[in-house]
């Protein structure tokens, strides 16, 4: 196992355009989480999926925001009608159970111009 | 708002030197991790303490849990400049989710 990947590294898009973003977690880790991190601070978190099942959503996750975990193996992040104010880095992390920790994957680094 | 406030916001020392670094909230945690983040990179999992005055040690790096379970803190005997990087707590209160602190920078000059 490789680890949790995220793809893809960098994305530089237009004012207004939808992005979607991906994430394979390890493969035996049932729980995802997506976080957002602006430079110099820690993570925010965004949502939870336990297996396929959305668990817990952040009100930072606005109805532009949706994420989906089918068949609970990968997921996605897509974000419509992006905003300047949407430009940080997203991370993905898995974990088997919440005592044991999260490991993260690279993120994805989002600049909205 | 942040749940976690960590301290120093920065940090910037010599080769050989130790430093603390804090995690302070009003909120009990019923467990309190701590990561380290590269630049351009994920956050790195270094402990995790679940028990109120528990201490772990890390080669270097020395972790305490607070008695109340409200904070915590890391400290680096003779720093490296391997140790560079952002340090991150985080705290978990729901079961669900980690709630990550505010950071602390450290540089580590040869």
């Known amino acids: 196992d490789t680890g949790v990947s995220q793809n893809p590294r960098h994305k530089i898009t237009k004012r207004g355009q939808n992005v979607t973003f991906r994430c394979d977690p390890i493969?035996?880790?049932?729980?995802l989480y997506w976080y957002r991190q602006t430079l110099g601070q820690g993570p925010e978190f965004l949502t939870y999926f336990q297996n396929e099942a959305q668990l817990e959503k952040s009100r930072l996750l606005s109805d532009r925001f949706s994420a989906e975990r089918p068949k609970g193996s990968f997921s996605t992040l897509e974000i419509q009608r992006t905003e300047q104010g949407d430009s940080a880095m997203y991370l993905c992390a898995s974990s088997p159970g919440q005592t044991y920790g999260y490991t993260f994957g690279s993120g994805t680094r989002l600049t909205v111009v | 708002t942040q749940l976690l406030e960590q301290s120093p916001q920065f940090l910037s020392i010599q080769e050989g030197e130790n430093l603390t670094v804090y995690c302070n909230s009003s909120s009990v945690f019923s467990s309190l991790q701590w990561y380290r983040q590269e630049p351009g990179e994920g956050p790195v999992l270094l402990v995790t303490v679940v028990t109120g005055g528990e201490v772990k040690k890390l080669k270097r790096l020395t972790f305490q849990f607070g008695d109340a379970r409200k904070d915590s803190s890391l400290h680096i005997t003779a720093a490296q400049p391997g140790d560079t990087g952002l340090y991150l707590c985080a705290g978990d209160r729901t079961g669900n989710q980690f709630y990550f602190g505010t950071g602390t920078s450290l540089t580590v000059i040869p």
């Open positions: 493969s035996e880790h049932n729980r």
